[in-house]
């Protein structure tokens, strides 16, 4: 543990990316990602973090602990039966890594466990982080198996970050990201998770507005949203143990979904960030539950108040009012998940979130609330195999990480080779998948080609992915110009 920790101070080394000339174009991607594939740093990082994983979840399992394998019948991990014991588990806050608020040059966005780790240090305080550091705090403090890490992390850096130096940040675009100055990333303003409708941030999130809701304002949490959360878990507990479980998020993720269709000119619900989405309201469950989390058929269990609260600072006062404070772990003591939270099990999370009451529909409005453009059919039903999720969620995230680049349509079966590339050493949850790309041929609307189809169609309607904003600067967070990256409103 202590030379993993040592791994925290330690900067990659900038790499050369030879052909990069900052054009925005396929050849430049498909480079990028081929190169990154090669990253030594990078590639030994996920190998030693998918061994030691492998290791603890063997050790979890010799210890007769329950079974958290996937059941592909139920869609569900198997139920166990002591879900909340914390027998075993690792206890936080760390006396080393203390709760102190960001300042205000500290960058923080809308994912509330990104920016507890940075309010605790695990991540850098100001909010500008890179891969390295992001997979080593993840599966330290959250226990989020390096194949998710990789696959949330890696079509963030690309679309929203500075390839050259693995660093992104977590909140607003950020000159401190901006290795080769008024090139700006690759594919443009390195947005930071903030970025509108890239791979990482979209509309229906469960605590942060739709950018086109809040005049950009897409990363603070809302009180009046996560008091809306909080009514829906109290209406599914008992008095006195509020929970915040699977059944609990399906209906406040159904809630939103509606809103914002109705309410959002602009609204816009399409792989991947659509299912990114999704997949955080799992998160809350998954990861926030103290102690390890068993998401059973009844999902009788979740995370409770106090750790949810913590964790997306919501400061609940006397006499109820609802107030955002910088997120942190729970200070009275909190213990997380005893065995990784992998990919398998975040698509089983996806999926239960989507299908329960009912499916919802992909699209986005053109412009008004009553111009709605589906997107495409319904996700598969299950997981696994190659018509399950995990394979239309590779192939859709590739396709439309390229898709929804500054509204470009790229050559997106080269882009997903290279990707595949990228992960073949690394994620053996996908090779037991056995994806193949099938992109962009497939032509039925069910299909991923939906996803083409439709980006095509709404591309130049107000409902297709936008190009950032850029906002005034004000309350920490720095602002950018679209084009050159550059600050302070000029050029
Ligand atoms: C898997 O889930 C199905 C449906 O809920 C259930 O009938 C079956 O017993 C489960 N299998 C195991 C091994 O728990
Ligand atoms: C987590 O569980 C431990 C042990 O039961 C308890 O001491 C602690 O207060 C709990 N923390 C939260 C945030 O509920
Ligand atoms: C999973 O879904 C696909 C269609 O998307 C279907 O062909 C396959 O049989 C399903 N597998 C199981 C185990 O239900």
Known sequence: MRLRYAALLFLPAAFAFPHFRGARDTAAVRDVLATLSQHPELMAQITSLQQKQQAELNAWKAQSKPDPSFNSTANQPQRRDEPNSVEGLKRFPEDEFPFIPPSKTDQRGPCPGMNALANHGYLPRNGIVNVLQVFEAVDRVFNMAVDLAAFLTIPALVSNGDIQTLTFSIG??????????????????????????????????ATRCDFYLCAGDNHNM???????????????????????????????????????????PNFYFMPPSGLVVMGANYFYPGFYTNGTFAPASGGLTGANLASVASFVGAKIGDDGGITYVPERIPPQGWYR???????????????????????????????????FVPGSGLLPSNVSGKDGLGCFLYNALYANLAGEFENAVFDIEGVINSVLGFFGPATSTFLSLQCTPNYPEETSPDRYGGFETFLKATEKLPGAPKKQACLDAGAGHLECNSQTNVYGGSS
């Open 172 to 205: 607003g675009a950020d000159p401190r990201t901006n290795s080769l100055g008024d090139l700006g990333g690759i594919l443009g303003t390195e947005t930071g998770l903030d970025g509108h409708g890239r791979s990482s941030e979209g509309d229906v999130s």
């Open 337 to 371: 998940r005893g065995f990784p939270l992998n990919l398998v099990e975040t698509l089983t999370g996806i999926l239960s979130i989507y299908l329960v009451p009912e499916p919802v529909e992909f699209g986005g409005n053109a412009g008004s609330v009553d111009s």
């Open 222 to 264: 809302q009180p009046e949203l996560f008091s809306q959360l909080l009514r829906v878990a109290e209406s599914h507990s008992s008095p006195g143990e509020t929970l915040f479980s699977v059944p609990v998020m399906q209906e406040h993720f159904h809630n939103r979904y509606a809103h914002s269709r109705s309410h959002n």
